[in-house]
């Protein structure tokens, strides 16, 4: 099956992407992947408070995310899947979507406020041509209907 890859955060833009790509995976059969990231923690002298720190990032990533997937579900009928990865943002990205060939798109959203993320800025500029799939740019401020239209 085909799935639609959602780099999920806290940020209105995410959940905006999530709906799109949920709505466009149930018109077209497909499934979605939402992928959480876990910064890299700083270094810490003391290795068990930075484990307990990644454990915390990681916890509060899955609730986040179970959150998600549970709305997802309800308005659109899919379980998404749920992978959490730590590190820096794009290289996660680019590792996942070389690792599964079954991503249809990376489906981002962009802020209203402000310019684009690193994510967008990085996979729509010169990294744009070595996509293995299509990119699709979701703005936050689209309105239910626009989505409704749009997938």
Do not use: N
């Amino acid at each position: 099956m085909r799935s639609y890859l959602v780099v999920m955060d806290e940020t209105e833009e995410a959940l905006t992407a999530l709906r799109y790509a949920a709505r466009r995976a149930a018109r077209t059969g497909g499934g979605v992947e939402i992928l959480a990231l876990i910064p890299q923690a700083e270094f810490s002298q003391w290795g068990a408070v930075q484990a307990a720190i990644e454990e915390e990032a990681r916890l509060r990533a899955e609730a986040m995310l179970v959150q998600a997937s549970g709305e997802i579900a309800e308005e659109a009928g899919i379980k998404p899947s749920i992978t959490v990865k730590q590190g820096e943002p794009v290289k996660a990205v680019g590792e996942l979507l070389k690792e599964r060939d079954d991503i249809s798109a990376l489906v981002l959203g962009a802020s209203a406020e402000g310019g684009p993320g690193p994510l967008i800025s990085h996979f729509a500029g010169a990294a744009a041509a070595s996509l293995p799939c299509p990119l699709i740019i979701v703005p936050a401020g689209l309105s239910d209907e626009a989505l409704a239209r749009l997938s």
